[in-house]
């Protein structure tokens, strides 16, 4: 059963940076699209970013340009640079994956736990 822990979320002011790491284990990575989906309150969640195995990537227009994620299928982990932070990026960040070839948007799949993002000054 696959499992995902996430760290590296907290407080950040406005343009500050973080990035989130996200621990899979309990099954073969290389076979999983990864991504980080968030939510925050009074919205539904969505999907921020993801990535293929072999490294396609996509993300959410609001941002493009500001996030990178990336994954090392070495240690099985998968992270989400975030610069440029705005306080509309606050919500919960969760770490997702999903067995496939392709980043798609749909919200199925195994979940980590979240973790709070709080971009204020």
């Known amino acids: 059963q696959v499992q995902l822990v996430e760290s590296g979320g907290g407080l950040v002011q406005p343009g500050g940076s973080l990035t989130l790491s996200c621990a899979f284990s309990?099954?073969?990575?290389?076979?999983?699209?990864m991504g980080w989906y968030r939510q925050a309150p009074g919205k539904q969640r969505e999907l921020v970013a993801g990535v293929t195995s072999g490294g396609t990537t996509k993300y959410a227009d609001s941002v493009k340009g500001r996030f990178t994620i990336s994954r090392d299928n070495t240690k099985n982990t998968v992270y989400l640079q975030m610069n440029s932070l705005k306080p509309e990026d606050t919500a919960v960040y969760y770490c997702?994956?999903?067995?496939?070839?392709?980043?798609?948007?749909?919200?199925?799949?195994?979940w980590g736990q979240g973790i709070q993002v709080t971009v204020s000054s």
């Open positions: 997702n994956a999903k067995v496939g070839s392709y980043v798609v948007a749909a919200d199925f799949g195994s």
């Open positions: 309990g099954s073969i990575f290389s076979r999983y699209v």
